[in-house]
């Protein structure tokens, strides 16, 4: 659990949809949701020993440019499919465009390459990824560490994907990937979050960065230096906030904030940087 968490959220009726992911705030759960395990999340203190072990492992080593991560994309059905080929292809082109600094922000220099689109009729997996991931995972995963695992399913109103951290591969390869709801991809029907922008977030984390509000005020925040820090998530769409004492307002159009779809725009020049020095430490492999 991170060092920062959210207001509950109270009636779904009337709450937004939240990002808790593997790097997930707290959220408020009945007593009987609060017995469920939910995705992996980051230890408090992760950023600041992630941080010195990328210092270790790229002494003399120069991080890649460019990178070009395979993708192979894993829909999950329950009856009727719910999410096209054609789907499919226009989530991996928002990926491009976002990473791509399309909407704002840089141009990150890492870009998506279809390999593959799977598709597997399993009602159980479809509607509870997160209790089914090992199960899931273990029949579906192809590729090693540089190659990115996309699972499409149907998660709980309160969460829409979450993710595996690169730092997290060594111990766990065959649950490395991002799982995210087929109503988060473009032009889907969870309202506010269907630009695809939920799969840019999450696969945000998988190569390497933190939530902007990671650790709060507090150092090193998310570990990015560009990233003002950040108190709390930002909500729907807010302009502008300043939650820290730190220099610089709050990034509430960055992609690893809470914002709604349309309001995130951007990466950083720092990001970018630590996706390129997370790839180099720990998913650049020949065994793609």
Known sequence: MTAVSLACLLPVAIA???????????????????????????????????????DRRLAGVTPPAKITVPTRVHVITKGVPKVSGQAVKTQ??????????????????????LQSVSVKENAAWFADPVTN?????????????????????QLSELMLGFASYPYWYEGAPVLDGVVVDWRSLPGGTMTNYNRGFTGVHEIGHWLGLFHTFENGCREPGDGIGDTPA???????????????????????????????????????????????????AYRHTADI
Request: charged share 20%; net charge negative; proline share 8%.
């Open 16 to 54: 937004p949809p939240l990002r808790p992911e593997a790097a997930s705030a707290a959220v408020c759960v009945t007593s009987a949701e609060a017995s469920t395990p939910g995705p992996r999340s980051p230890e408090p203190g992760d950023v600041a020993r992630v941080m010195a072990e990328i």
């Open 92 to 113: 991996i082109a928002m990926l491009n465009s976002a990473y791509a600094g399309a909407f704002g922000g840089v141009d990150t220099g890492v870009r998506f390459t």
């Open 133 to 153: 991931e090992q199960t899931m995972k273990t029949a579906l995963h192809k590729g090693g560490a540089g190659t990115l695992n996309l699972y499409i399913a």
């Open 230 to 280: 950040e108190a709390q998530p930002t909500e729907a769409c807010q302009v502008r906030k300043d939650t820290c004492a730190q220099p610089g307002h709050d990034p509430v159009r960055n992609f690893m904030d809470y914002a709604h779809d349309q309001c995130m725009a951007e990466f950083t020049r720092g990001q970018a940087e630590r996706m390129h020095e997370m790839w180099a």
